[in-house]
């Protein structure tokens, strides 16, 4: 009889180590599967090429976005993009989506007021009517284009702000990672 019952517990035994063997076998294959995953899947990190679409909302109006001309390509890491939105993106994947908050000085900086200049009526061209708020283009001397706002309309000068359009502004953006390589 107590040999009957050794067998039986041997047995159990045995069954149990059997189990718990080809549990570990399964765990450990799917862990390597995930990880094996995970190492094939490819994240925003310097020198990525990366494609996204993104949507720009400035003071609750939606000022940009990439439906019409397609998703905003750039490469990680080279400042190809304003600061604050791709330190944001880093260790992001394809597919990911996400709210990205710039503040003004992490995007295109506070408004600088040295630049402001007053410029003669004279030097603008006659047939441009003069308002605040209106943008204009004009051309530095090595062929440039930049964009200047009209802040002032005086009797006989024009106070020009020079600060990027958005300067002083936070930016939010949502981004949907479409494609790294």
């Not at 180590?17 to 995953?37: D, H, M, P, Q």
């Not at 597919?95 to 630049?115: H, M, Q």
Request: glycine share 8%; aromatic share 6%; charged share 30%.
């Amino acid at each position: 009889m107590f040999l009957k019952r050794l067998h039986y517990m041997f047995k159990k035994i045995i069954t149990c180590v059997i189990i718990a063997a080809a549990l570990v076998i399964g765990l450990s294959a799917t862990g390597a599967l995930a990880k094996k995953e995970r190492e094939e899947k490819v994240v925003i990190a310097a020198g990525k090429t990366v494609r996204f679409d993104y949507v720009l909302t400035v003071d609750g109006e939606r000022i940009e976005s990439s439906d019409k001309g397609g998703a905003l390509e750039y490469v990680h890491g080279q400042r190809q993009i304003i600061p604050g939105l791709e330190k944001n993106m880093e260790g992001l994947f394809v597919g990911d989506t996400k709210k990205i908050l710039v503040p003004a000085k992490e995007a295109y900086g506070e408004v600088n007021p040295d630049s402001f200049l007053k410029v003669s009526k004279t030097e603008l061209p006659a047939n441009i009517p003069l308002k605040p708020g209106q943008i204009l283009s004009m051309r530095t001397p090595e062929g440039k284009d930049f964009q200047v706002i009209i802040d002032e309309v005086l009797e006989s000068e024009v106070v020009m702000n020079f600060n990027h359009p958005l300067a002083g502004k936070d930016l939010d953006f949502e981004v949907t990672i479409v494609e790294i390589k």
